[in-house]
C-alpha cells in the first residue's frame, strides 16, 4: 500500500472510529433497545485503489460496497473519489444469541455471550453465500465441529458439475495456502456445509459458493477462537429491515435472493408490513416518500423513514 493510499484509508478510519468507540466489526449494542449499530462513513479513494481493495479494507463486501456507491466506477473509482462506507446496520429479525446470517445482506452477526465487564457487543463480517443453483440453506443450525488447517475434499455434486463442463474435476486439496477452506473451518449440522476462509478473497460478498459461508481469512482467523461447539446458528431471508435508533425508525433494503419469486410490488407490501408492525408497537409519523425511495433504490444502507431524523 502507497502512503498516499495509506493515509486515504487511516482518515477514513478515523472518521468512523470517531464515531464508533469500538473496532468497526466490534459495535455496541445499544442500551434502549434500538436496532441500528454501526456508523455511516467514507473515505476517499488512491489512484490504484478498486473498490474491492476499499471493501476489504473496511470489512465489506463486495455487493455492499457496489450498492452504497452506485455511480462509482468499481474497477477505476479515481483518486479523490469520495466513497460511502455502509458501516451501519439494521440488526435482522432474529434472536441475539450466537450466529445470525441474513443472505440478501450476505451478512454474519456474532452475538458473544455478555461478559462481566463492558457493553453488549454484536461482531459483524461480510459473507459469500450459496450461487441461486447451491443456495445456503435457511432454518437453525449449531456448531458441530471446529477445523483448523481443514482440507478438502471434493463433494460428488461439483465432480459432477465438472464432467458436465467438460472440466477436469478437482481433486483432494490438502491444507495450505491453496486450500478453498483456507485455515478455519466451522461445521454446520447440515452435512456439507461449512463457515470458512477462502483461497480467494476477492468473492466475498457474493454468490460464488456451493451455499457454504465463505469469509475473508483474516475474519475468520478472528471469529474462529471465539465459536465454541454447539454455537446457535440462524440463517434468515430478510431483503427488508426495520428498526428504532431511540425515537426513529429506520429502514434498510437489499436486492432480493434471484430465486424468490418478488416484483417491485411484493417488496413493498413487505415493507409496508414491517413498517405497520413498528407502527402498532410505537405510532411514528412516516416520511412516505422517504419510505418508498429506499425500497425503490435497494442501496442496503439504513435510511430514517419517520421524522425525528438524526443528524
Same mark, same amino acid.
Given at each position: 500500500m502507497t502512503a498516499q493510499r495509506a493515509l486515504r484509508h487511516a482518515i477514513g478510519w478515523l472518521f468512523v472510529l470517531a464515531l464508533a468507540p469500538l473496532h468497526a466489526d466490534h459495535l455496541v449494542l445499544p442500551g434502549d433497545g434500538s436496532d441500528v449499530v454501526g456508523w455511516e462513513g467514507e473515505t476517499l479513494a488512491a489512484e490504484e485503489d478498486t473498490l474491492a481493495d476499499i471493501a476489504r479494507t473496511f470489512k465489506l463486501g463486495h455487493t455492499e460496497i457496489r450498492l452504497a456507491n452506485p455511480e462509482v466506477d468499481f474497477w477505476l473509482p479515481g483518486a479523490g473519489t469520495r466513497v460511502v462506507l455502509p458501516t451501519r446496520f439494521? !440488526?435482522?429479525?432474529?434472536?441475539?444469541?450466537?450466529?445470525? !446470517?441474513?443472505?440478501?445482506?450476505?451478512?454474519?452477526y456474532y452475538f458473544p455471550a455478555p461478559g462481566r465487564e463492558g457493553d453488549p457487543v454484536v461482531v459483524t463480517y461480510p459473507v459469500s453465500i450459496g450461487r441461486m443453483d447451491w443456495t445456503t440453506p435457511l432454518g437453525r443450525h449449531r456448531i458441530t465441529e471446529k477445523v483448523r488447517d481443514p482440507s478438502w475434499t471434493p463433494p460428488a455434486s461439483i465432480v459432477e458439475e465438472a464432467?458436465?463442463?467438460?472440466?477436469?474435476?478437482?481433486?483432494?486439496?490438502?491444507?495450505?495456502?491453496?486450500?478453498?477452506?483456507?485455515?478455519?473451518?466451522?461445521?454446520?449440522?447440515s452435512p456439507s456445509y461449512l463457515i470458512h476462509g477462502t483461497d480467494r478473497p476477492y468473492g466475498i460478498g457474493m454468490r460464488v459458493t456451493h451455499g457454504c459461508i465463505r469469509m475473508y481469512p483474516e475474519d475468520i482467523e478472528q471469529l474462529f477462537p471465539k465459536i465454541a461447539v454447539g454455537t446457535p446458528v440462524h440463517i434468515v431471508n430478510q431483503p427488508v429491515k426495520v428498526g428504532w435508533l431511540r425515537d426513529t425508525l429506520f429502514m434498510e433494503v437489499h436486492p432480493p435472493l434471484e430465486e424468490d419469486p418478488m416484483t417491485e410490488d411484493d417488496l413493498r407490501a413487505m415493507a409496508l408490513a414491517l413498517v405497520e408492525e413498528a407502527d402498532r408497537a410505537r405510532p411514528v409519523a412516516l416520511l412516505g416518500r422517504d419510505l418508498l425511495r429506499v425500497v425503490r433504490e435497494k442501496r442496503g444502507i439504513p435510511v430514517a423513514i419517520s421524522r425525528g431524523v438524526e443528524k
Open positions: 439494521i !440488526l435482522p429479525r432474529a434472536e441475539r444469541r450466537g450466529i445470525v !446470517l441474513n443472505v440478501p445482506e450476505m451478512r454474519l464432467r458436465a463442463a467438460g472440466e477436469p474435476p478437482p481433486q483432494f486439496m490438502p491444507p495450505g495456502p491453496d486450500n478453498p477452506l483456507g485455515q478455519f473451518a466451522l461445521r454446520l449440522d
